[in-house]
């Protein structure tokens, strides 16, 4: 089945260590998302590419990097995780149009 | 800039008919989609519409009315397995990728 994976599911890391979440597809879809979702909250949108072209949100914290080495492959790096970052994070995928998205099952993040 | 506004909280028993309210204020519009999740779980698309009127799916069916910058999800014969949160959604400004997504209504089906 074609899907979107994400690893780990559970992720812990200690305040100020550095983490890489990862996200596979094989929907061969065009464009990848990273979404931060906070307990009773909405996902909130940290970058999408758009094939090879990335596309930041003003209110990102310089804090949150992405790579996309392939059209299969997405990562998020934290380089510095604060307490705050503590949350969901969630990968989606959507062909050119983004009206119908499909997600990930999502990495929680715990920041010790 | 774009918001979504939807009730917190619906309650709701077994069986019964919910609606599901969604007011927006874009600086253009493009389109409403629906999106269903469960605690713990990721969001699953449900509907989208481009055009007022109803859209049917199966027990869900979504509604849209542009010049009311309204929509509403409607779920019939609720299911247990409908308590779940759910979402409206917006493309950004200029229709591209992005999707703004409202507050979310948690519904709580009840026996």
């Known amino acids: 089945d074609a899907m979107v994976i994400q690893n780990p599911r559970y992720q812990v890391t200690q305040f100020g260590k550095p983490v890489t979440l990862s996200c596979s597809q094989t929907l061969n879809h065009n464009v990848m998302y990273w979404y931060q979702q906070k307990s009773s909250q909405a996902p909130k949108l940290l970058f999408h590419?758009?094939?090879?072209?990335?596309?930041n949100e003003a209110d990102t914290p310089d804090n949150f990097q992405s790579r996309r080495p392939n059209t299969s492959f997405c990562f998020l790096d934290i380089r510095s995780p604060g307490l705050g970052d503590a949350a969901m994070y969630l990968c989606?995928?959507?062909?050119?149009?983004?009206?119908?998205?499909?997600f990930g099952p999502g990495t929680r993040l715990t920041v010790l | 800039g774009q918001s979504l506004e939807q009730p917190s909280e619906v309650t709701a028993v077994e069986g019964a008919i919910v609606q599901i309210n969604c007011t927006y204020q874009?600086?253009?519009?493009?389109?409403l989609s629906w999106y269903q999740q469960h605690d713990g779980g990721a969001p699953t698309f449900l509907s989208y519409?481009?055009?007022?009127g109803l859209e049917e799916t199966g027990r869900f069916s979504s509604f849209l009315s542009r010049s009311d910058s309204y929509g509403y999800l409607l779920l019939q014969e609720l299911q247990m397995k409908d308590s779940a949160s759910y979402f409206c959604a917006v493309p950004s400004t200029g229709g591209g990728n992005k999707l703004t997504f409202g507050t979310g209504t948690q519904l709580k089906v009840e026996l």
């Open positions: 874009t600086s253009g519009f493009y389109g």
């Open positions: 989606a995928t959507s062909g050119r149009q983004g009206t119908e998205q499909f």
């Open positions: 519409n481009a055009l007022d």
């Open positions: 590419y758009y094939d090879k072209d990335f596309n």
